[in-house]
């Protein structure tokens, strides 16, 4: 599958097999516990359809000039997926495997400053890659340590347009239907700040524990003691 513009031509091919992969772990222990956090939640919900793809860490790929361009953000949701999920077990082509990602997410460290760079010769920065390339609608960017969170959406002209949050202080993210703001306190023994949702009504999509932990309470009021 192929699209043009004047400066560059992008190709939607699959990863080659013996296509090197960065292998680095990532550089924030924040990294793996917000992405799981934002997965949970959602499965808990029954936000995430069979064909939904969630990544963390994972390449989502597209060739820019007959270069291969791999990029893997912290975390992503692709709506839907068109190939079987072993076919998508290394790697996504967007386009050519399914959809493009509705929304794709980087926390950041104190060593990477990647997630902003612009630059459009080869390899890509991140942001020219999601808004250009893939042309990605949502694109978060989170600093946990202070929990500011900054939310762009593409506009018709095809640019990143810094959000502002609603009195709640969110962001709606249409593609999902529901919420993203910053919730402060604890889990898996982090405390600080994390990322959740929200849907439509304002209402918080809870994790398993706390799901459990309101069980317990309704049971309780009833005058049941919950089972150890």
């Known amino acids: 599958m192929l699209a043009s513009t004047a400066n560059y031509e992008i190709t939607w091919e699959k990863l080659p097999d013996d296509f090197v992969l960065d292998d680095e772990p990532v550089d924030n222990l924040n990294q793996p516990s917000l992405a799981a956090a934002l997965t949970e939640s959602l499965e808990i919900a029954g936000k995430l359809p069979a064909n939904a793809l969630i990544t963390t860490n994972y390449g989502i790929c597209a060739t820019v000039n007959q270069k291969m361009v791999v990029k893997a953000p912290d975390w992503a949701y692709v709506p839907s997926i068109g190939v079987p999920r072993e076919e998508v077990k290394r790697s996504y082509t967007p386009r050519l495997q399914g959809n493009i990602p509705a929304i794709v997410m980087e926390f950041l460290s104190d060593t990477e400053g990647g997630e902003y760079s612009s630059k459009p010769t080869y390899p890509p920065g991140k942001w020219f890659f999601y808004q250009r390339v893939l042309e990605v609608p949502n694109y978060v960017i989170f600093e946990p340590d202070a929990g500011e969170l900054e939310v762009y959406q593409l506009d018709d002209s095809a640019?990143?347009?810094l959000q502002n949050?609603?009195?709640?202080?969110r962001?709606?993210?249409?593609?999902?239907?529901?919420?993203?703001?910053v919730w402060q306190g604890t889990r898996e023994n982090r405390t600080g700040y994390w990322l959740r949702w929200w849907d439509e009504n304002g209402e918080l999509l809870l994790w398993g524990s706390e799901r459990a932990e309101r069980l317990a309470a309704q049971l309780r009021a009833a005058g049941i003691e919950p089972e150890a």
């Open 165 to 169: 949050p609603d009195a709640n202080n």
């Open 159 to 161: 640019q990143y347009q």
């Open 171 to 181: 962001y709606w993210v249409a593609q999902m239907g529901l919420f993203l703001g």
